[in-house]
């Protein structure tokens, strides 16, 4: 329990520690989140989805030097869905944003699929109340392309940032991705290179159709990462989000909204393993027996469900 008080007095290798035993599944992981959970939530979360190597790496670097610059602490996930690998082992993130390493003031740390079967957003919603708790008023999710899993990732956040750039050209490919309703500010990163305001054009041509009616129109911010170009105004356009949702109410909705989800996936999660158990080791495995016609699914299920409706309090 020595983890938890460290960690809520900011020490970096408590945080790393009790990130460490979430991604193991080990029991003591609940326990230190119950004692911490109560001091999370004071943190800005920033997510910063987009096509691989389309800069999001270098511009969440650009974004921790202006947020430290102004004294903020800042907690960094790179989710990778693909990768097998987990625990820091995404080399270009940490490459990337390496000028960190040393500054207290920043951790960085990398999460993949493997070992989360019960979903990589749910662990990496977790890891960010633990950094959250530890102290850190900034926190940035990078996660790489626009999968399912990474969608999930990005319903835990309170500011999404979605990144194209005019290379992969792939403003209509988001479109398609589903992802253009769930993107707060919108990055044409390389605006180096030709096309990027064709494609920053599109893309408001784009934002005005789809959110006519909400408070936020999402802006759409030119930047070149290499150089730091544009990434002030990013900053503000992140910061201004921020401040809308928390006045509006949304902020609030969404958090609301966010741990209804969880509260759903908990109880879906213990329910089919509480069905396992029943079916695989319980009574109710004799009914899967002989001859198999004729049973009817939901009234086993409904059998189940309601043989333990009296545990609940
Ligand atoms: N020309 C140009 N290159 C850039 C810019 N921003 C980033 N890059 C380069 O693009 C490459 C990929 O950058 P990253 O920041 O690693 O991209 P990423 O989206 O994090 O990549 P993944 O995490 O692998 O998906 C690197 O070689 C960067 O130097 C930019 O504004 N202009
Ligand atoms: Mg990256």
């Not at 695989?280 to 016609?293: I, P, Q, W, Y």
Request: proline share 3%; glycine share 10%; hydrophobic share 40%.
């Amino acid at each position: 329990m020595d983890i938890a008080r460290r960690l809520l007095e900011g020490d970096v290798r408590a945080l790393a520690r009790a990130i460490r035993l979430l991604e193991d599944h080990d029991p003591a992981a609940e326990a230190v989140l119950r004692e911490v959970r109560g001091r999370a939530g004071a943190a800005h979360v920033v997510g910063v989805t987009g096509a691989p190597g389309s800069g999001k790496s270098t511009i969440c670097d650009q974004l921790i030097s202006r947020w430290r610059a102004a004294g903020h602490r800042v907690g960094v996930i790179a989710v990778d869905p693909s990768s097998p690998f987990s625990g820091g082992a995404i080399l270009g993130d940490r490459v990337r944003m390496q000028r960190h390493t040393g500054d207290d003031g920043v951790y960085i740390r990398s999460m993949a699929a493997r070992g989360h079967l019960g979903g990589l957003a749910s662990a990496a919603r977790e890891a960010i109340r633990l950094i959250d708790a530890s102290g850190r008023d900034r926190c940035l999710v990078e996660t790489v392309g626009v999968g399912q899993s990474e969608l999930e990732v990005m319903e835990t956040v309170d500011t999404t940032v979605v990144v194209t750039t005019p290379v992969s050209g792939d403003s209509v490919q988001i479109l398609k991705a589903g992802i253009l309703e769930i993107a707060d500010v919108f990055v044409v990163n390389k605006a180096d290179i030709p096309g990027a305001s064709k494609v920053a054009r599109e893309l408001r041509d784009l934002t005005r159709h789809v959110r006519g009616t909400s408070a936020w129109t999402p802006p759409v911010i030119l930047t070149t990462g290499t150089s730091g170009d544009g990434v002030d105004d990013l900053l503000d356009a992140v910061e201004r989000h921020h401040e809308t949702i928390a006045s509006n109410g949304e902020l609030q909705q969404r958090r609301r909204d966010r741990l209804q989800a969880e509260i759903e996936a908990i109880v879906v999660e213990r329910a089919a393993e509480r069905a396992r158990r029943e079916l695989e080791e319980g009574t109710m495995g004799a009914e899967l027996s002989g001859d198999l016609r004729g049973i009817d699914p939901y009234a086993i299920a409904d059998r189940i469900l309601n043989a333990h409706a009296s545990d609940i309090p």
